[in-house]
């Protein structure tokens, strides 16, 4: 087995650092393109669509989860109303 040549090992190791000091530089300078999502803490980046509310992001998930309850909402709000007109009548037929 030939034994390796020691520049083409330091060149390859000098490679390398290079290689990884690029990647850093390239990423600190993405991370301000990058942020967290206020309820589920997820990363956003191009992939996942982020909007910014006031001072807070939050992800294309959670605001379609926003978006489902607040279109339920008056849903929620009639069961509730109910459920205090029932505790009512229940309440006087009972003489409480």
Not at 16 to 26: F, Q
Not at 59 to 88: F, G, N, Y
């Amino acid at each position: 087995m030939p034994a390796e040549d020691p520049k083409s090992r330091t060149e390859l190791t000098i490679e390398s650092i290079l290689e990884g000091k690029k990647m850093e530089a390239y990423v600190e300078h993405r991370t301000k393109e990058m942020h967290s999502c206020t309820m589920c803490g997820a990363i956003g980046y191009k992939r996942k669509p982020m909007k910014q509310i006031g001072n807070v992001w939050f992800c294309i998930d959670c605001m379609r989860h926003l978006k489902e309850v607040l279109d339920t909402l008056s849903q929620w709000e009639a069961e509730i109303q109910l459920e205090r007109e029932m505790s009512k009548k229940i309440d006087e037929t009972l003489g409480m």
